[in-house]
């Protein structure tokens, strides 16, 4: 029998790409006979505080000597004294989805003092499972060797072609992911109101309850730009709904500061539309040149020039859809992907 114990902060359930990629994994290694039992943390992560740490001492101590545990970094990152304390008896292995301290927004001492407890836990685990080749690479500067590191991307699943709005309707704009600062929906605002002379709606589909005063920032951005008839708040929604978006979309947009890959980004032009996005992080090696086009993270004009570009040229949509959708064709779907994880847990022996 092959076991395994996933240890998440708070529901498996929650709609966001690192979330889903987990989720996709557990039920995944499940259908090839794995027996995946989730851990799933009440408590502020990545932390530290001492109430969390508590909370994720408590769930591993609970788990029988040998087992294999699979530690997402939002809930391992921040204790790596826990998991030394645990390193010598359990089969530790720590995904990373990207790097703690590179969250947008963060105070430089918070960055800087996450960032060292997260290569602090590194050191104690078998192996890191990071969810691009980007991020894997960054594990080189953490001390990680080319041995216990493993690339592991999200599988892209065939998607039917977006049929954009109705022929009387204009060009929507889609916009998918948590309204949080590291998203760049302000930026993405900002950018439109110098976009009222061209014809275009706009939809933010994503949560508002992670950071609500960002989303205040992001909503008075709106209204102070008189945008509120031109841009739709979709919120955080179940997959048909989110299908719906997508089918109905001419344009994604995305000005993420930074991704540790961008699922977002692979689902939108497995749909064949062309993408904005930014250089931020991996999203360079995730969206490749001929399906979009990428600007610095928060330039805002920029992003105004790409879209506006973008919104007058039928054409150089369809180009870069269809680039983006051949492309996508040849990535790994998620059961491959599903087996590359697997590997990994199998390969790294104490």
């Known amino acids: 029998m092959r076991e395994l ?13 690192g979330y889903r990629y987990d989720a996709r994994m557990v039920a995944g290694l499940r259908n090839r006979g794995w027996v995946v039992q989730v851990c799933e943390l009440d408590g502020d992560f990545p932390g530290p505080n001492a109430a969390a740490e508590r909370v994720l ?19 391992a990152g921040g204790f790596p004294d826990v998991l030394a304390r645990h390193a010598s008896r359990l089969r530790l292995i720590y995904l990373l989805h990207h790097p703690l301290g590179l969250e947008t927004g963060l105070e430089p001492a918070r960055a800087a003092e996450l960032i060292e407890s997260e290569r602090r836990a590194v050191q104690e685990v078998l192996g890191v499972v990071a969810t691009s080749t980007f991020t894997a690479g960054q594990l080189v500067d953490w001390g990680v060797s080319a041995e216990r590191r493993r690339a592991v991307p999200p599988g892209v699943e065939s998607r039917p ?11 929507r704009i889609l916009c998918v992911g948590s309204v949080v600062p590291r998203k760049g929906q302000l930026e993405l605002v900002q950018a439109l109101a110098q976009l009222q002379a061209d014809d275009w709606r706009a939809v933010l589909v994503g949560s508002r309850s992670r950071d609500p005063g960002y989303v205040q920032r992001v909503e008075d951005a709106v209204l102070g730009a008189g945008l509120g008839d031109r841009i739709e708040w979709g919120g ?64 805002v004009q920029a992003l105004a020039a790409a879209i506006s570009q ?30 590359s994880l697997e590997q990994a847990l199998l390969g790294w022996r104490p």
Do not use: N
């Open 57 to 75: 001492e408590a769930a591993l101590a609970g788990i029988l000597d040998g087992r294999t545990v699979l530690l997402d970094g939002l809930a």
């Open 161 to 171: 072609p977006a049929k954009g709005p109705d022929p009387d309707e204009p060009p």
């Open 236 to 299: 955080e929604c179940d997959d048909a709904t989110l299908d719906g978006w997508y089918e109905r979309a001419s344009l994604f947009v995305l000005a993420s500061a930074y991704e540790g890959f961008g699922i977002a980004y692979t689902e939108a032009m497995a749909r064949g539309l062309p993408v904005i996005g930014t250089h931020g992080g991996a999203i360079p090696t995730t969206v490749p040149e001929q399906a979009g086009v990428l600007v610095p993270p928060g330039d």
């Open 310 to 339: 973008l919104l007058a040229d039928p054409d150089a949509r369809c180009r870069m859809g269809q680039a983006g959708r051949a492309s996508m064709a040849a990535c790994p779907d998620w059961q491959q992907a599903v087996a």
């Open 5 to 17: 114990f996933l240890v998440v902060p708070g529901s498996l359930e929650q709609r966001t790409g």
